[in-house]
C-alpha cells in the first residue's frame, strides 16, 4: 500500500485503502465486488442523489430508511428496522451526516454488509480509538468535505481480499476527467432548477445519465491535492471549531427556537440548527441571505426527487422543512457573526410582534 494510502488508513484505523475518482465511484465498487445486484442497499432518506445514482449503476435495490427528524440522521434504531423488513439480506449504509456521530450496535449485528458512510470524518481515530464499525468505510474528499481536495474518494477495510478486488476495479475504469465533472455540474444545476419550479420530482430521468458517470479512478494529479488537503485539514477544523463557539454564543438566547440536532458532533462542517417552528425557516433564511449571509436549507429528502422508485418519508420531510445550515469559512469572523446574530435577532423580534 503506498503512503498516502497508508495515511488515509492510520486515521481512521483500517488497514487497507483504495482510492477512487470520487466517493460515489466508490460506493459502486463495493456494490460490484460484494454482487449487491438485486440486493436491498439500505441508507438515509435525507442523502446526496449520487448515491441512488450508485446504487443504480450497480443494479442494486435503492431502499431509502426514515430519518430522525430532530437529528436528521437514520440512526441505529431505523436502518435496523428498515433491514428487518427486508426479505433478504444486502448492504446497509450508517451515514454520519453533517459531521454527527452516531453508533450502530444492532446493524453489526444483524449479519448485512455494513458499508459504513463518513464524508465528513466524523468517524476518524479519536485518542487512538477506533470509532469506525464497517465493514468497509466510504470516505470522500470532494468540495466541501473536511479533507476538501476537490476530488477523490476512499474504501477502507481489513479484509484483504476485498481490498484486492476494490483495486482491480479501480484499476480498470477511466481517471475522471474535466467532462465528468462537467457533467455533474449540470446535473447538479438541473436539480435546483427543477425545485425551484416546482417540478423536483422530474429530476428523476436524470438517473440514467447520473449512473452513467458514477466509475471512475483517480487522476494521477489527485493523490498530490489529497495529500495536501490532508495537511491543512487540521487547522481547517480547529478554526471551524471556533466559529462554532463563536455563533453558539450569539446565538445562545435563541436557544429554544434554534435547536441543536440530537446527536454528537463529532466534526464541524456547518452550524447545523433545527427550528422549533418549521414554517419560520424559509423566511430566515430569506433574511439572511438579503443581508449578505450564507443560509443553507439542506437537500429535500430523496423522494422528492426519485418519487416512482422511493416512497415518502414523513420524518424526513420534517427535518428537511426545519434545518438550518449557517457557514464556518474564513470569512465568517466574530464582527460578522455577531452582525447575522442581530439579523436572527430582528427576525424573532418582529415574528413574535
Known sequence: MNRLEAR????????????????????????DAVGAR?????????????????IAAAGARPVAAPVSPISGLADDERLADAMAAEPVPGIVMPTH??????????CRAAGWFVLENDTLCAAALRDGRRRAMGDALLVSFNHVKTIEAGI????????????AELARLAESWPPLSADDEAVEEHLT??????????????AEHLLE???????????????????AAMDMAPAAIARRWERIRLWEEALARFSEELCAP??????????????????????????????????????????????????????AERWGQAVLNL???????????????????????????
Open 8 to 31: 488515509i488508513g492510520a486515521l481512521f484505523g483500517y488497514g487497507h485503502t483504495v482510492l477512487f475518482g470520487r466517493a460515489r465511484a466508490g460506493l459502486a465498487a463495493v456494490l
Open 38 to 54: 438485486g440486493k436491498p442497499v439500505i441508507f438515509p432518506s435525507n442523502i446526496f442523489p449520487a448515491v441512488v445514482a450508485a
Open 97 to 106: 451526516l453533517y459531521g454527527l456521530w452516531a453508533a450502530y450496535p444492532r
Open 152 to 163: 477523490g474518494g476512499a474504501v477502507l477495510t481489513d479484509a484483504p481480499v476485498l481490498a
Open 189 to 202: 444545476l438541473a436539480r435546483r432548477h427543477l425545485r425551484a419550479l416546482g417540478r423536483g420530482h422530474l
Open 209 to 227: 445519465v447520473d449512473a452513467a458517470h458514477t466509475r471512475h479512478s483517480l487522476p494521477e494529479n489527485g493523490r498530490e491535492r489529497i495529500a
Open 262 to 315: 440530537a446527536a454528537e458532533l463529532s466534526v464541524p462542517w456547518r452550524l447545523t440548527l433545527r427550528l422549533r417552528r418549521p414554517e419560520r425557516r424559509d423566511p430566515l433564511a430569506a433574511r439572511l441571505r438579503a443581508a449578505g449571509f450564507d443560509a443553507g436549507t439542506n437537500f429535500p429528502p430523496l423522494a422528492q426527487g426519485f418519487p416512482a422508485i422511493l416512497p415518502r418519508q414523513p420524518d
Open 327 to 353: 457557514w464556518l469559512s474564513d470569512d465568517y469572523d466574530a464582527a460578522r457573526i455577531s452582525a447575522a446574530a442581530a439579523v436572527v435577532q430582528d427576525f424573532f423580534e418582529k415574528v413574535a410582534t
